[in-house]
């Protein structure tokens, strides 16, 4: 491993092209996250309250979906996509973004999706060189991606990403590789209770909930990855993404659209995971 470090560490381009190639994957893979996820969530959900209203009834067991199974199938014509149809920006530009054997047009977002994967990835090597922070800060970027694009489309942040972030933020911490371990346990802690006392109130003054548990939940794990100094600016920076985004989406869909303040939060974490420092340097005079 450390070989490896040296290795990339003196090949820069090699370094891009891996991880370049890489993020192009895993942004294929993050599409099916992403559509499958909450899928998965409603499966389960259905199945608890089945046992929980009718514990006599036997459950019935659909196909179970997980991320693997079924394979993809186009879901006009549901012929199953090919390992060739399957290659990440490449086959949609080659099928002209439409199913092989129906036609049936194919988002624009997978392509997307992809790209921005490979493009946050390459800013995070750009940012930390061949190093550990690199490597760390690569899967949480490919996290916040797939959190982002999960409560944009269903105003869900899902416990297993969220709590298996802050998770991870906790252990890597204890090697210091970001902050050091007092302060990554106080992150996490500051990050969860800060927005709990916001919407509690703005629960008291207005009686609407403002946001979710999930919120909480995905702040604490930023602060557990980058320690509590760094939540105030990761807080101003969500309200101006968010007001720059909101501005954006109230001009293409001209409807009042239910609204996830999870995306602006995982793109200010992002930002401030990158450079937060230098933000605060700047701000500060130091
Ligand atoms: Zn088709």
């Not at 199913?99 to 790209?115: A, D, F, N, T, W």
């Not at 629960?203 to 100094?229: H, R, S, V």
């Amino acid at each position: 491993m450390l070989e490896l470090i040296s290795y990339f560490a003196q090949n820069s381009i090699a370094l891009y092209l891996a991880i370049g190639l890489i993020s192009l994957c895993v942004g294929s893979f993050l599409n099916v996250v992403i559509f499958r996820t909450p899928q998965m969530m409603e499966q389960e959900w259905k199945q608890e309250c089945q046992l929980l209203l009718h514990p006599e009834q036997p459950i019935i067991e659909h196909a179970k979906l997980t991320l693997s199974s079924p394979p993809s199938t186009c879901p006009s014509c549901h012929t199953a996509i090919r390992w060739y149809q399957n290659i990440p920006v490449v086959s949609w530009l080659a099928l002209r973004g439409r199913c092989g054997s129906c036609q049936h047009p194919i988002s624009k977002r997978y392509p997307l999706v992809e790209l921005l994967t490979c493009l946050c990835s390459l800013v995070v090597v750009g940012v930390f060189g061949a190093t550990w922070q690199m490597l760390c800060g690569v899967v949480l970027t490919w996290v916040l991606i797939a959190l982002t694009f999960i409560d944009f489309d269903t105003q869900l942040l899902p416990d297993r990403f969220t709590l298996t972030l802050a998770g991870a933020g906790l252990a890597i911490n204890s090697f210091g590789i970001y902050t050091s371990p007092t302060l990554s346990i106080w992150g996490a802690v500051i990050g969860f209770l800060c927005l709990w006392i916001v919407y509690i109130l703005f629960k008291l003054i207005t009686g609407k909930e403002g946001m979710g548990y999930g919120d909480f939940k995905l702040l604490a794990a930023l602060g557990a990855w980058m320690g509590p100094m760094m939540l105030p600016l990761i807080i101003l920076l969500s309200s101006m993404v968010g007001a720059v985004i909101g501005i954006i989406l109230l001009k293409i869909r001209k409807e009042n659209q239910p609204f996830a303040f999870g995306p602006y939060i995982a793109i200010a974490g992002w930002i401030a995971f990158l450079w937060g420092n230098d933000i605060m340097k700047i701000y500060l005079g130091q």
